[in-house]
């Protein structure tokens, strides 16, 4: 009897597992963890000597591990912040780029109305002289109501083109009939004969479109670059989920509990943890690229024959063109306002001021449009670049985050950290977006709940997109912010189904399990505890049986 448990117990000595990852009996130490614990800025006091049970590990692997309850959540904690402040990096360097191109347009812009203003003055004085020194707040109101037009103000560009003809009309009107008293209601009177009078004859139908195109098209523009920039700034201090704290933790940290620190993960797999992280930031993508393709297109409209640069510089010209065949046709002109509104009083000066105008003839100010310096072509090229660039961005994000922390290499993929040890990942790659995360190995995801800042930044995109497409065409779409209304109520633009999107239904079949190791491999690791539960109790039993017999 006293043999067959000597004999017992030498074989559960033999079949008991060792202990430590390498075989060897003894635990190996913790000094590594202990000093890379501490350089992120943890205490030391909870951190193990040398390597101890990890029963109590909820994200890593449980098997010995340097890594206390404490600090697994204190790391998965870190991770997350990490991983944040990585998107909130990625996105401020796109940001950066969509302001310096507003900023590069809308100064571009400014500068052109600027020197149209100018021009004009310089011009009007000497070709004009009193006719415009006594009239020149007309065409100042003009420039300030365009700058507040290009400056986002909320501004009827068509009330201020036609506000400008009715006063313009009113001023020469007046001028011209000095001789006569005339008061505020048979000026009204007078402005009211504009459509069926025409006395700048073509001008104000051929330039008020081409004016209203021009800016409606640049202020859209630079619209539509400072709305790419928020969508950009919200989205990035979107917080990550718990599931993708936990996916980050095993993928980051876990390697460094294991005492396994210069294993870096899989590339798949990191792609499948960053995939199933940022699957609602995927499905920004496709209004996204509609977006940055609509930018392009407005603003390859900028340059040419008709480009921004010959509208807004040859104004001044386009105005003074009417102002000539008004005062060339002043007679006629009186006739007819005088048999719709009646004679006015005399008893004003007796001389109008407008002979020597009238003597000159067709008056054309000085067109200072002038040869094209390449500027505006350089803007419209260079945006264009940017945003042909940045049009994969929220696809790309999770290839830009694995890039400079998967392993690389001769035999990598067999060697890497695959979220339980190191060897192959074998998974495959998820698709993009929220879809495709239904069968994730690493993110647990419901897709029936997208993240509702995201669906109300894509929303955001469609509205920008859709106020873009109207403005190739010259229309001014009153913008609506839409941040706080997923739904998009209110807009007129989009139906139900379109704004919030399809609704995806989930089979309410259980979730297939995959895992970042072979099947084979989990049966070896389940089976290692329950292959010892036999050995364990015959030594009990044998140690009883000793016990008893003394």
Excluded at 47 to 56: A, D, L, N, Y
Excluded at 480 to 493: A, E, I, Y
Aim: aromatic share 6%; with cysteine.
């Amino acid at each position: 009897m006293d043999s067959f448990i000597i004999a017992a117990l030498a074989l559960c000595s033999l079949t008991a597992p060792a202990y430590g990852d390498k075989g060897t009996s003894k635990a190996r130490s913790c000094s590594d963890m202990r000093q890379f614990y501490n350089a992120k800025g943890f205490p030391l006091d909870t951190v193990p000597q040398s390597e101890i049970s990890g029963e109590h590990l909820r994200i890593c692997p449980q098997g010995y591990t340097c890594c206390t309850s404490g600090m697994e959540d204190n790391l998965a904690s870190l991770s997350r912040r990490e991983m944040e402040g990585l998107l909130k990096d990625a996105g401020r360097a796109l940001q950066v780029s969509l302001t310096g191109q507003y900023k590069a347009f809308d100064g571009y812009f400014l500068d052109l109305l600027n020197r149209s203003e100018v021009a004009l003055q310089e011009t009007f004085t000497q070709a004009w002289g009193p006719l415009y020194s006594q009239n020149a707040q007309v065409f100042s109101d003009l420039y300030t109501e365009l700058r507040r037009y290009c400056r986002s103000a909320n501004v009827n560009l068509e009330e201020v083109l036609n506000d400008f003809w009715t006063r313009l009309l009113e001023k020469l009107f007046n001028q011209a009939n000095r001789q006569y008293l005339i008061g505020e209601d048979y000026l009204e009177c007078v402005s009211k004969q504009m459509e069926t009078l025409r006395p700048f004859g073509d001008t104000p139908r051929d330039l008020t479109p081409k004016i209203t195109r021009t800016f409606v098209a640049a202020r859209t523009f630079i619209q539509g670059l400072v709305a790419s920039g928020e969508v950009v700034r919200k989205v990035s201090q979107v917080q990550l989920s718990h599931e993708c704290m936990r996916a980050m933790m095993r993928m980051t940290y876990c390697p460094h509990c294991r005492s396994m620190a210069s294993a870096r993960p899989c590339a798949n797999y990191c792609s499948n943890v960053m995939k199933g992280c940022l699957a609602n930031q995927a499905d920004l993508n496709t209004e996204w690229r509609n977006l940055a393709d609509t930018l392009m297109q407005v603003a390859n409209r900028f340059d040419g024959p008709s480009g921004v640069d010959v509208v807004i510089l040859s104004l001044p010209n386009g105005i003074s063109e009417a102002m000539s065949t008004m005062m060339e046709n002043i007679d006629t002109v009186n006739s007819k306002l005088f048999q719709a509104c009646g004679n006015p009083r005399e008893g004003g000066t007796s001389t109008t001021g407008l002979e020597d105008i009238v003597n000159k003839g067709k008056i054309i100010v000085e067109d200072r449009v002038g040869p094209s310096t390449g500027k505006l072509e350089k803007l419209v090229s260079d945006v264009t670049k940017r945003l042909r660039d940045m049009q994969p961005y929220w696809v790309s994000l999770p290839s830009i985050l694995c890039a400079d922390r998967v392993a690389t290499g001769a035999g990598a993929e067999d060697k890497c950290w695959n979220g339980m040890n190191r060897a192959r990942y074998l998974p495959e790659v998820m698709g993009d977006g929220l879809a495709s995360q239904i069968n994730n190995p690493e993110v647990e995801i419901d897709i029936t709940k997208p993240d509702m800042m995201i669906r109300q930044q894509i929303m955001q995109l469609k509205v920008m997109t859709h106020r873009l497409k109207q403005a190739l065409n010259g229309k001014d779409v009153d913008f609506q912010d839409t941040s706080d209304d997923v739904s998009g109520s209110g807009s007129g633009m989009c139906a139900d189904d379109v704004c919030r999107g399809p609704r995806m239904s989930v089979p309410s079949t259980d979730r297939p399990k995959l895992y970042a190791y072979p099947p084979e491999n989990k049966k070896v690791v389940k089976g290692s505890a329950s292959q010892n539960l036999p050995c364990i109790t015959i030594y009990l039993l044998s140690l009883v049986t000793l016990l008893l017999r003394r």
